[in-house]
């Protein structure tokens, strides 16, 4: 794993950061159009986190780790909000039911 990829992985955290704090920001507001704008972007920066974590060179038993980590603290209701997931996403309890 090169330093570079380290860094690139830090300052993701950062815009994470920054982004957990808008969102705590506007979940006191009663209009939800920024919540959710803001929601949007820390799942998608979560995505750019775990596809860096996966790639070849950094996968390990320490970035599976991370990812679970980052999980737990970014979505802490997530087993709950799976369970309300919508009719596209509706095929992946065939996965889950796989699960061993």
């Not at 300052?11 to 803001?38: A, C, G, R, T, W």
């Amino acid at each position: 794993m090169k330093e570079s990829n380290i860094f690139k992985l830090l300052d993701l955290m950062e815009d994470l950061k920054k982004v957990n704090s808008m969102i705590k920001l506007h979940s006191e507001n009663p209009s939800d159009f920024m919540l959710i704008q803001y929601k949007a972007k820390r799942d998608k920066l979560m995505s750019y986190l775990i596809d860096e974590l996966v790639k070849p060179d950094v996968r390990s038993a320490k970035s599976f780790a991370i990812i679970s980590k980052l999980l737990n603290t970014q979505y802490p209701n997530l087993k709950k909000e799976a369970k309300k997931a919508d009719e596209s996403h509706k095929l992946l309890d065939r996965l889950e039911l796989a699960l061993v």
